[in-house]
């Protein structure tokens, strides 16, 4: 029987005690698929999953992005797919297949494109195959407000943020998750109420942007998304141990 990503990650976050997802953006100056082997290796056991972007899956490509997967999954970790899809159904289905290919049980997807011919297709997909899809929600960036802030108005007048029409649709779409950034613990906690915390809340944005992970996790995200932050410490490991074990006692 095929299990559900949302209950892969959740047996993995409680074998590490951790509700942790490492953006796996190394630098691009560095031998990247060792690096990336090593650091699993090395704090492998402080997290739940592994998010994948660009950073890596252009320059390795995915027959070596295998090799990641493999690697995460070895130490009992999920992996998020991290490209942020936003495409018709035609190329949003040929990058699941290859996606599920490469191994990866997640992927991250803009919810903009809307549901038919676009992420209906792609999701029904996804669940076929046991893969999750996460739909952004409110972007942890500055410049997020001038998109997911924006209000619109509905045929009937009523008038709303744009993040919540998203929220609401990600759980009416059947997503697994929502991402909500660290920087806006107002936002994750209006998030959280409004889908009555049936899909977990993962939210990047922790540290260098400026996000505190602790008020995060008190709003209600579920897991933390950080990159820079451990990537960048003299001490990954330590680094990556404390944001474990808030991550774990606020939740
Ligand atoms: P840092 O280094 O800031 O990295 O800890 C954050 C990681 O998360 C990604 N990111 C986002 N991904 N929605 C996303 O799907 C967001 O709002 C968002 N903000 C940051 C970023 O690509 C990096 O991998």
Redesign the pocket.
């Known amino acids: 029987m095929i299990t559900s990503f949302r209950e892969r990650l959740e047996e993995a976050s409680k074998s590490h005690k951790s509700r942790l997802v490492l953006?796996l953006?190394l630098n691009i100056e560095e031998g990247l698929l060792e690096s990336a082997l090593h650091l699993i290796e090395q704090i492998g056991c402080e997290l739940a999953a592994v998010?994948i972007?660009y950073?890596l899956i252009l320059p390795l490509a995915l027959t070596d992005i295998r090799r990641v997967v493999e690697a995460a999954h070895r130490k009992g970790l999920q992996t998020i797919a991290?490209l942020?899809l936003n495409d018709i159904s035609s190329t949003n289905l040929t990058v699941v297949r290859l996606l599920y290919e490469a191994g990866f049980d997640a992927l991250?997807a803009n919810p903009i494109v809307g549901y038919r011919n676009a992420l209906q297709p792609m999701i029904e997909e996804a669940h076929k195959r046991g893969m999750g899809v996460?739909l952004?929600t409110?972007?942890?960036?500055r410049g997020?407000t001038e998109g997911y802030g924006l209000k619109i108005k509905s045929r009937s007048g009523s008038v709303k943020p744009l993040y919540r029409l998203f929220a609401e649709r990600a759980l009416k779409w059947g997503a697994d998750g929502l991402?909500?950034?660290a920087t806006r613990p107002s936002i994750i906690k209006e998030v959280a109420a409004l889908t009555s915390n049936r899909l977990p809340i993962f939210s990047?944005?922790?540290?260098?942007?400026g996000g505190s992970a602790l008020d995060a996790l008190k709003a209600g995200a579920s897991y933390l998304?950080?990159?820079?932050?451990i990537?960048d410490s003299p001490d990954r490991i330590a680094e990556a141990r404390r944001l474990r074990e808030w991550s774990w006692l606020v939740c």
């Open positions: 953006a953006d998010k972007n950073h991290d942020k991250i996460i952004l409110y972007m942890s960036h997020a991402i909500v950034g990047p944005g922790v540290g260098v942007q998304i950080v990159g820079r932050s990537i």
